[in-house]
């Protein structure tokens, strides 16, 4: 497994030379450069950038020896110049005029991206739920990018998992108006508030939101437990945990979701007020590397408050053990071996792209042996 960290904010972008010092130093092996833009809703369907300042910063990571990957972010704004509120987002409440117009200009920015910055991975977007209704818009971005030798992954949702594994439940329950279970199982009451009136737009969404892009991993954004709480068995939590009436192993559900496709953590952190009880962090990231560290080949920190992990990471013995074991086999992600860019370039028909994705999709292990 190879551990990533994430450069997103402007405190990383100010003081990247000695965060990539200590995150060399610990053993972390790919940085992940977040651009973000602002989308506006109306017909000229306007990118704005936000944080875009990383030519020098890719420059860095990558005379630093580290492995690059660019993870766009695109962010919605509303007609009046606004962001929507935190649970809005791309959850499918933001109405565009044009979906055409808009998944085309993602299209082109992502194009610039991997040809300015050619980076190993690229993550050609990260919890779009309000766009996976657009199929051949996704279709079109997905055969521009298999033309860069890079890696291609989509950060999904955590509740994608979920999702499929509770597909037929969720789909009665919203058939009968019984909106609250499929929000409850996604969201967490206690950081985000839906107004009544958007209630059954955004559980409609998100219910139709779960299928996995065809593409060279599957990602997962991993947030969980979903609530707010403090366990003392944090082990347990991972495979046995109630919510919205279901019965929840979250690990089984991932293993059910991703099939025999690589997986890779594109997010990870604990997040909620008991982030800054540093025992519990600690305790919180020894408990993921354990349960996780063997099923996944990438795992990536971001962290979207105070920054503390890598101070964390520095002072578990455990954490430290684990990086070592993990950079002493052999990597499960070579180099983009020539067979994948043959593989992409004979991708060009709609037959082939709605293959199952045991039959498509590649794995990298199968290239090793």
Partial sequence: MKLGYTLWNDYHFTNYPEILANLREIGVEIIVIVPQYLLDRDDRARLVGVYLPIKNLVNEVKQSGFELMIKPHFIPRESNGKQPPN??????????????????????????????YRPRYFCIGSDLVGTHAQREEWAKIIDAMTGFEVSLVYASNFSQ??????????????????????LDLVFQSERFEIPDVQRAQVARSIYRSGFRFPL?????????PPEDK?????????FQYERSGFEINYVESVEMWRGTNPLWITECDLIGQHRSDLDYY????????????????????????????????????????????WRQKKDLIEDLPPSLTT????????EQENLDLKQSSFSFREEDN
Avoid at 89 to 114: C, Q, Y
Avoid at 162 to 174: C, N, P, Y
Wanted: aromatic share 14%.
């Fill in 216 to 224: 060279d991993a599957v990602g997962l954004n991993l947030y969980w």
């Fill in 282 to 325: 600690q305790k919180w990231w020894e408990t993921c590397l354990d349960v996780w560290g063997n099923m996944c080949e990438v795992l990536i920190c971001k962290e979207d408050e105070t920054p503390q992990w890598i101070e964390t990471a520095r002072q578990s013995a455990l954490i430290k053990s684990k990086i070592v074991e």
């Fill in 161 to 182: 998992p979920l999702i499929k594994r509770f597909r037929w439940a969720l789909f009665w329950s919203s058939l009968l108006g019984r909106h609250n279970r499929t």
């Fill in 230 to 238: 403090k366990y003392e068995d944090l082990s347990e939590k991972w």
């Fill in 343 to 350: 593989y992409r370039s004979h991708r060009t028909n709609r």
């Fill in 87 to 116: 649970w809005q987002g791309w959850v499918g409440t933001v109405d565009m005029n044009s979906w055409g117009l808009l998944m085309g200009r993602i299209k082109l920015e992502l194009e610039s991206l991997a040809r300015d």
